[in-house]
Nanobody, 117 residues
Framework: QVQLVESGGGLVQPGGSLRLSCAASDNIFRPYAMGWYRQAPGKQRELVASIRDIGNTTYGDSVKGRFTISRDSAKNTVYLQMNSLKPEDTAVYYC???????????WGQGTQVTVSA
């Protein structure tokens, strides 16, 4: 069982920046995708950004041009740099790791991001 440890959430003013980190506790079987989803109160969980082991990235439409996902494969860690934050980015952000061929799907505990003046 892989543990995903998230960090970096918090309170920030509109227009500000935050960086989230998610570290996997063990080596990851390739191929895989690792990324971030978010869920705001009363809304469905949605994809924020995802990165493949081979480097391909995918972004949700609402964050394109503002958020950047990256990874450090040696540390089994992904990062989400969030710039130009808006109040509508307020949500619990969850890290996810899933296998592309092997059927594994792990979730972090979630970290709160609040964008408010």
């Amino acid at each position: 069982q892989v543990q995903l440890v998230e960090s970096g959430g918090g309170l920030v003013q509109p227009g500000g920046s935050l960086r989230l980190s998610c570290a996997a506790s063990d080596n990851i079987f390739r191929p895989y995708a690792m990324g971030w989803y978010r869920q705001a109160p009363g809304k469905q969980r949605e994809l924020v950004a995802s990165i493949r082991d081979i480097g391909n990235t995918t972004y949700g439409d609402s964050v394109k041009g503002r958020f950047t996902i990256s990874r450090d494969s040696a540390k089994n860690t992904v990062y989400l740099q969030m710039n130009s934050l808006k109040p509508e980015d307020t949500a619990v952000y969850y890290c996810n790791l899933r296998g592309i061929i092997l059927p594994f799907d792990f979730w972090g505990q979630g970290t709160q991001v609040t964008v408010s003046a």
